[in-house]
């Protein structure tokens, strides 16, 4: 642990007991109570707090539903709606795991998105982040399946068409999409073996989670200055200090959460899902879920070949390459200051990214003719861009602003061209707290 | 190496804002021929089942089942739906059972391992006009009336940018409802000069799938008789079994909002004290 020695001493004689033979509650207390994290965290820097949470909620609704879901293509759509109409609270249960899928991922790309602004990823977090990858496309691989389940026409076509996507891969992609399915296209051993994998995949998360928290709670987190935590003065204690300001946002997080639950639970969702899955009738348009999107439109924008390469498999190539990328963020990024507050460069090309991203989405909802095409091809250049040329240029003929010498120095400096008020009230947005 | 940049991005911005213009431009040029459907989109309608606060209008779900049963369920199956939860609607216990009585099911095998058909309990589900899809199919020109547990969430037409972002502060949930209303409602107009409509279909503007469908304008004025007094108009018609179908895909709406509104009081009550105590926990400690 970063925090030096432990100041667990357990008070009384069973904890004293417990702590010779097995320190879990040690290992908490250094964890969580006593661990010292930068003082100027701002609410970016809560999310993983919430994805913790909501890892959890996915899990226990999940558990649930799995007692009443009939894992048969005869049976699955309907024992969904038996869910919805019989199972006591089922319309409950299912809106929270449906939606919470959502807002996990809304969680995530927040989460993300803070390390690529405060530069999280770089040294000596490397292997943080890359576990955080991992994370991420296990989440992806367990939201694909999960949302196959409920057997609706969007469940089958969306499996049709990304299980497809392996038959682009030269020599065994055939191979690879039947090991998916279990045959020759989505049926009855599909559904089976995604139940399962559905299953077992969140807890796959957990343990990656769990070997991300380890790391973090080596390196420590990092903060909106970008400077190393360098003295006490510079820390607080995780609880109470980071512990309520977590449960603020973890409360508020969730009453957006239940707002769409019980107010509109299937905006997020597409209305073919409530028709059963048909294998002769094809939805017009075939979407994924919106998580997805941004992906599926760097997939359709390559129409052309490149060499050997035909636009089948440079789309698969391109998909996957823009997830790569993200495992080698630590080693493109060429800048010696961490924090794009101290990067007017890096801060405007990171806000495109972002705008361009979300765009990225909507075109992936559209369907893959005329301008839509272009403007796809445009938004997936500027992603790899900014991976690829962006950052790795940036860092070198970037001159960042002057940084301060320590969190403290940052955080007292601020306090004083602010307001008198010493929980710093009138912040600078990167530090408002 | 500012100016390198500020170029780029101006080049960036001119060929994204080039290329929205090119896909108005081929939107506009769809509208001699439609390719993109439905037509128009439908209304927007007041429900009495919007909003946070919204419930059901047991009346109006009544005279939904009455349309529902005497005209529609002709084709439509709906069997999803169990006769003891018409309770929901207002009937008391005996008049379900009474209703359910009314119609037929197969069950079986008997002692003698015969099919038999019996009297409806209020345990068993509307049965289905047809034995099964593809004699649906084969009895209305090719294409088979979808069944309507779920019609109401099954359709939605799309909202497009920005409007879909206003959706969530409005709430607006009442895609299925306003289509099946515009449909029912949408057959009057006559079709374009020199459109052609394929046989044995009929053209419906608000139609999701096209510019015709196989079903016929199914409801008329003065077809059902209403006892409440409601007019006996396509327009009533039409909103009441809009109504009934919203009811029939999502039973426990009003449960839904009512926990919604004891959770969200309870949520926002509990930040206002976490963030209290943050405040105070953080009171001493510049950040
Ligand atoms: C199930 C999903 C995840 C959970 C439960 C989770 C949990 C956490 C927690 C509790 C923290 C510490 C609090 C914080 O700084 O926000 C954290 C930090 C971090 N996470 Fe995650 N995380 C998840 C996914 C990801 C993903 C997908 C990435 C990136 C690709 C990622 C990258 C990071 C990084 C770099 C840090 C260190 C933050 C810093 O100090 O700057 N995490 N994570």
């Known amino acids: ?433 | 190496m500012k100016k390198i940049l500020n170029g780029l991005a101006v080049i960036g911005f001119l060929l994204v804002g080039s290329a929205g213009v090119a896909v108005a431009a081929e939107e506009a040029n769809h509208a001699a021929e439609p390719t993109h459907f439905p037509i128009h989109k439908p209304k927007e309608m007041d429900w009495t089942f919007a909003g946070p606060f919204g419930t059901f209008d047991k009346g109006q779900l009544q005279r939904g089942l009455k349309i529902y049963k005497e005209v529609c369920s002709a084709c439509h199956s709906m069997n999803l739906v169990a006769f003891r939860t018409l309770e929901d609607l207002g009937y008391s216990e005996a008049q379900v059972k009474a209703f359910a009585a009314e119609y037929e099911v197969q069950d079986g095998p008997n002692g003698d391992g015969e099919m038999f058909t019996r009297k409806a309990l209020p345990g068993d589900h509307f049965p289905s006009p047809f034995p099964n899809s593809a004699a649906a199919a084969a009895a209305n020109g090719g294409a088979a009336p979808p069944d309507f547990s779920l019609i109401a969430k099954a359709r939605g037409v799309e909202r497009g940018f920005p409007t879909f972002v206003f959706d969530i502060f409005t709430m607006y949930a009442s895609n299925g409802p306003d289509y099946i209303h515009a449909l029912l409602t949408g057959y009057d107009e006559q079709p374009p000069a020199g459109m052609e409509i394929a046989e044995g279909t009929h053209y419906n503007p608000f139609f999701v799938g096209g510019k015709s469908l196989a079903m016929a304008k199914p409801l008329s004025d003065g077809q059902v008789t209403y006892e409440d007094g409601s007019p006996e108009t396509v327009e009533q018609y039409s909103r009441d079994v809009s109504a009934f179908l919203m009811w029939a895909a999502e039973p426990h709406l009003e449960a839904r909002k009512q926990t919604g509104f004891a959770v969200m009081i309870f949520l926002v009550l509990f930040a206002g004290l976490v963030y209290a105590t943050k405040r105070k926990v953080w009171a001493n400690v510049a950040h």
């Open chain 1, 1 to 433: 642990m970063s925090g030096g020695h432990s100041t667990y001493s357990p008070k009384t004689g069973i904890g004293r007991w417990i702590d010779a033979r097995m320190p879990l509650p040690r290992l908490v207390h250094d964890s969580f109570v006593s661990y010292p994290v930068p003082r100027n965290l701002n609410y970016a820097y809560t999310f993983g707090g919430i994805l913790s949470i909501m890892l959890v909620a996915q899990i226990l609704t999940g558990v649930v539903l799995a007692m009443h879901y009939a894992n048969d293509t005869t049976l699955a759509f309907q024992s969904v709606e038996k869910i919805m109409r019989d199972v006591n609270s089922g319309w409950l249960l299912r809106y929270m795991h449906s939606n919470g899928a959502s807002f996990f991922f809304i969680a995530v790309y927040i989460h993300i998105m803070r390390g690529l602004y405060y530069g999280s990823y770089k040294a000596p977090r490397e292997l943080l982040w890359i576990l955080g990858c991992i994370i991420y496309l296990l989440m992806m691989a367990t939201g694909f399946m999960g949302y196959v389940l409920p057997w609706g026409q969007m469940s089958f076509w969306g499996a049709t068409v990304i299980t497809g996507f392996f038959t682009a891969i030269p020599l065994v992609g055939e191979w690879v999409q039947q090991l998916l399915l279990g045959g020759f296209a989505v049926d009855n051993p599909t559904l089976n073996r995604f139940f399962a994998l559905h299953y077992l995949l969140p807890f796959m998360i957990a343990g990656v989670v769990v070997l991300h928290v380890w790391a973090l709670h080596v390196t420590g987190q990092t903060n909106p200055t970008g400077i190393e935590v360098k003295s006490k003065t510079d820390t607080v204690a995780f609880t109470p200090y980071a512990t309520i300001k977590d449960g603020f946002a973890m409360v508020v997080f969730l009453a957006v959460f239940a707002y769409f639950i019980f107010y509109i639970p299937n905006f997020l969702g597409h209305p073919d899902n409530y028709i059963q899955a048909d294998s002769l009738k094809t939805p017009a348009h075939i979407v994924p879920e919106w998580y997805y999107l941004p992906f599926y439109a760097i997939l359709r924008a390559i129409t052309f070949n490149i060499g050997p390469i035909d636009s089948k498999l440079g789309g698969v190539l391109a998909m996957f390459g823009s997830i790569a990328v993200l495992f080698v963020v630590p080693w493109l990024d060429t800048s010696k200051v961490r924090s794009a507050v101290y990067r007017p460069w890096y801060k405007l090309f990171f806000w495109l990214f972002v705008i361009n991203a979300i765009f990225l989405g909507w075109l992936g909802s559209r369907p893959a003719e005329g301008a839509y095409v272009i403007m796809s091809q445009l938004a997936t250049l500027y992603y790899f861009a900014f991976f690829l040329v962006i950052m790795p240029v940036l860092g070198l003929i970037e001159t960042p602003r002057r940084l301060p010498n320590s969190i403290t120095e940052a955080v007292l400096e601020k306090n004083k061209s602010g307001s008198a008020h010493p929980a710093g009230a009138t912040a600078a947005p990167e530090t408002r707290g």
